[in-house]
């Protein structure tokens, strides 16, 4: 059985080398992670609700992620902003109608100003019916 | 030579790749938060996630903190991220207020929307400590009456409706008395701008924040809230008294030496917090806060600029409890945009609803927190603990004193507690 012994110089070679290797694989992990990086995404401004079928004849369902209420009356189908337009504060549900946390502001069940600081009513967002029969709501 | 060169440089790099990926892995993975007013990502909350909201005003989710404090929203290096706050740890010193604060929706609009904070404030007698200066220039010769020419630093409000249109900085006074040199030296740290003292007892932030960030727990003398962590980041309208003792009753001011004179007793009990041993007080006056009776015009100002506290300062006995031959002022609450809904919105102690009838100083104030009751009596709630107090009017009473001397002096003569 013969051994080889391994010289200097092929030692050296060998842990350049390695070192070198794994130099490249951090090099390449770094690279891998810089261009996978991603910038965070916008606020959607684009709401799929699922079938319209869902929201029954006189329903008034929250959708807090938008935020919105859907209000299905004898009148038809309208989604009613619950951003409030004096700052953007997200306003709360009352019987008698919305009321914003933040400083106060009052709109009536149709969204209409009561008390301000805020002058504006709450917006009443456009919304489609495509043939999946989807309710699609947007809010730009 | 060259091969063990080659070694080395090449550990090196390996060494320098190593420290880079783990400096990168020390990284704290960013919280992004899209407020709802700017639409833009900023990533405070990486760090700042177990702060306290500053008020139910001030959302976080729809203000974000930007919006306030400036600051490199997209930084993870806390040094970058912090590198372009406005007035460091506090955006309401009156140095940023305006681009903090300010703008139309938020506290640099009009008084007609009850906006105009940031106007108030700064040519607040809080901010220009013009009384006192007047008072002490025209003591010491250096002008001929007590008009106020001179403020803190320079102030100029085109606008004002007080007649005064500009102060000047007390650094132009041109005098060479020496009393007027240490007042400036000395005295001039009494506004809402200045640092305040060193010590618990005078601990307040500058601008807004010196009355608006209570720094002491309600219910606490001037001094108890030693070892208690007050919550900093807060804002409120519900102000203790102890927040106004940061700055009043404190101590006296030396007209010889012109030098602040700190009180050296600590007061054992509310009553014994005031440090003016000659003077005399009422129940309310020493039970109450100091903003249950004087209003948000006396405290933050009028909008104009004023030459003395005494244009200002308006409340007295009478204007809650009326005189022998009157009752307080009242009014019904009629309008849904009345302030007093915006105020008791803020500090929601009382529940007002349209109809109420609420007390009304003379000069139109809502006093929003006091209402009368179907007994003839009143209520009010206290603005920071809102424990509630019912209280009854001179007229009735048996009270014998000239309707025309309604002046504290006067009622202290009978109703001022033994100190």
């Known amino acids: 059985m013969s051994s080889r012994t391994l010289s200097r110089r092929d030692f050296l070679k060998l842990a350049r080398t390695s070192v070198l290797a794994a130099c490249g694989l951090l090099g390449l992990g770094g690279l891998i992670r810089f261009l996978e990086a991603q910038t965070e995404p916008a606020l959607p401004t684009d709401f799929d609700l699922g079938p319209v079928s869902d929201f029954a004849p006189g329903s008034r369902t929250l959708r807090p992620e938008i935020p919105a209420l859907v209000l299905r009356t004898d009148a038809g189908l309208s989604v009613l902003s619950l951003v409030c337009t004096h700052l953007g504060c997200t306003v709360e549900s009352k019987p008698e109608g919305y009321i914003c946390p933040c400083h106060g502001s009052r709109f009536d069940p149709e969204g209409r100003v009561r008390r301000g600081p805020a002058t504006q009513p709450l917006r009443s967002l456009r919304f489609v019916i495509p043939q999946d029969g989807h309710l699609h709501v947007f809010t730009n | ?419």
């Not at chain 2, 009009?110 to 007698?125: F, L, M, N, V």
């Not at chain 2, 002490?136 to 085109?158: K, N």
């Not at chain 2, 070892?227 to 006296?252: E, S, Y």
């Not at chain 2, 309707?403 to 009622?411: E, H, K, L, T, Y």
Request: hydrophobic share 30%; with cysteine.
């Open chain 2, 1 to 419: 030579m060259r091969r063990y060169f080659l070694f080395f440089g090449s550990v090196l790099l390996l060494l320098s790749l190593l420290i880079a990926a783990w400096q990168e892995s020390r990284r704290p993975r960013p919280v992004a938060l899209i407020p709802t007013l700017t639409g833009q990502v900023e990533y405070c909350l990486t760090c700042h996630s177990d702060l306290a909201q500053i008020s139910s005003s001030h959302s976080v989710k729809t203000f974000g903190c930007v919006v306030c404090h400036g600051g490199e929203p997209l930084a993870l290096d806390a040094n970058l991220a912090h590198s372009t706050m406005r007035g460091g740890a506090n955006p309401s010193d009156d140095s940023v207020v305006q681009a903090s604060c300010g703008g139309d929706n938020c506290h640099g609009g009009s008084p007609e929307t009850y906006s105009d904070h940031i106007q108030r404030a700064t040519t607040s007698i809080q901010a220009t400590y013009a009384g006192a200066i007047a008072s002490m220039l025209y003591t010491f010769g250096a002008q001929p009456d007590l008009t106020a020419r001179f403020a803190v630093s320079v102030v100029q409000d085109p606008q004002s409706s007080s007649g005064i249109t500009g102060l000047s900085a007390f650094g132009q006074v041109q005098a060479s008395n020496p009393a007027i040199k240490l007042f400036g030296q000395n005295c001039l740290n009494c506004h809402i701008s200045a640092q305040p003292l060193p010590g618990t007892e005078y601990a307040r932030f500058t601008g807004c924040a010196a009355c608006h960030t209570p720094l002491t727990p309600v219910g606490l003398l001037p001094g108890e809230g030693q070892g208690v962590t007050p919550q900093v980041h807060k804002l409120t309208t519900a102000i203790p008294f102890t927040q106004c003792d940061t700055c009043h009753n404190r101590g006296n001011y030396d007209l010889r030496s012109m030098t602040f004179q700190s009180r050296q007793d600590l007061p054992t009990d509310r009553l014994h917090a005031y440090y003016q041993p000659i003077a005399q007080f009422t129940t309310c006056e020493y039970k109450l806060e100091c903003n249950d009776c004087h209003t948000r015009t006396e405290a933050m100002g009028g909008g104009s600029l004023y030459g003395s506290k005494k244009d200002i300062q308006y409340i007295r006995c009478k204007t809650c409890h009326g005189t022998p031959t009157e009752l307080p002022l009242t009014k019904t609450l009629t309008d849904p945009n009345d302030i007093a809904f915006r105020l008791a919105q803020l500090n929601p102690v009382i529940d007002l609803k349209i109809g109420d009838t609420i007390l009304m100083t003379d000069k139109g104030d809502p006093l929003w927190n006091i209402r009368p009751l179907s007994d003839g009596s009143y209520e009010l709630f206290d603005k920071a603990s809102g424990q509630r107090y019912t209280f009854k009017p001179v007229k009735g009473s048996g009270c014998t004193q000239d309707p025309s001397r309604q002046d504290s002096a006067s009622c202290h003569q009978c109703h001022s507690v033994q100190r």
